[in-house]
């Protein structure tokens, strides 16, 4: 299994709060991901991967300007993504670093980044494989830094997806049908 606790110290410090933001979120996230995961197990989701994945998906916010220590990037948060792209295909991890770039939301279309002129690349960045989606769903229900479990319930998720677009909203349903409630 990749070592992802090196490659999160590689870019931030060992008890800095950006390293322990990133590290509480993505085993969140990787918990629910792999109840996700289970409720599709006939669909033989790849589970190390998706752990490893989900620890990895906001690697990105450290090169965003964040009022956070460890944060000092020019970039704007909505960047993070793609910025994690970067980051993990440097290192040669084209798989994991798909899912930073296609975790944002539930997914950003080319229209969307055009409609809302936002600062990336005009292209589809939506999640296609089904680790990738089930990392994306999973996300939906942390934001970082919350104190506590700080899980979200369906209601906040969809309400909070609401301002982007119906289309947004019924597609975090499909996944919660597809991916169960828990």
């Given at each position: 299994m990749l070592d992802y606790i090196k490659i999160i110290k590689k870019y931030c410090i060992p008890g800095s709060?950006?390293?322990?933001?990133?590290v509480?979120?993505?085993?969140?996230?990787?918990?629910?991901?792999?109840?996700?995961?289970?409720?599709?197990?006939?669909l033989n989701p790849d589970r190390n991967f998706i752990v490893e994945a989900a620890m990895l998906h906001?690697?990105?916010m450290v090169k965003t300007d964040l009022?956070?220590?460890?944060?000092?990037?020019?970039?704007?948060?909505?960047?993070?993504?793609?910025?994690?792209?970067?980051?993990?295909?440097?290192?040669?991890?084209?798989?994991?670093?798909?899912?930073c770039e296609r975790h944002v939301g539930t997914g950003l279309t080319a229209d969307d980044i055009r409609q809302q002129q936002l600062p990336l690349p005009v292209?589809?960045?939506?999640?296609?494989?089904?680790?990738?989606q089930i990392i994306c769903y999973a996300?939906?229900?942390?934001?970082?830094?919350?104190?506590?479990?700080?899980?979200?319930?369906?209601?906040?998720?969809?309400?909070?997806?609401?301002?982007?677009?119906?289309?947004?909203?019924e597609k975090f349903l499909s996944w919660q049908k597809k991916f169960g409630s828990f």
């Open positions: 709060r950006v390293f322990d933001i990133l509480d979120h993505g085993q969140k996230v990787s918990q629910k991901a792999l109840l996700a995961a289970d409720q599709v197990s006939h906001d690697i990105g009022p956070l220590p460890g944060c000092l990037g020019p970039h704007p948060y909505i960047c993070h993504g793609l910025l994690g792209r970067v980051m993990l295909e440097k290192l040669g991890l084209h798989r994991h670093a798909m899912v292209r589809d960045m939506v999640p296609e494989t089904l680790e990738e996300d939906k229900f942390y934001s970082k830094g919350c104190p506590g479990n700080g899980e979200k319930s369906v209601d906040t998720i969809v309400k909070s997806l609401s301002r982007f677009g119906t289309d947004k909203v």
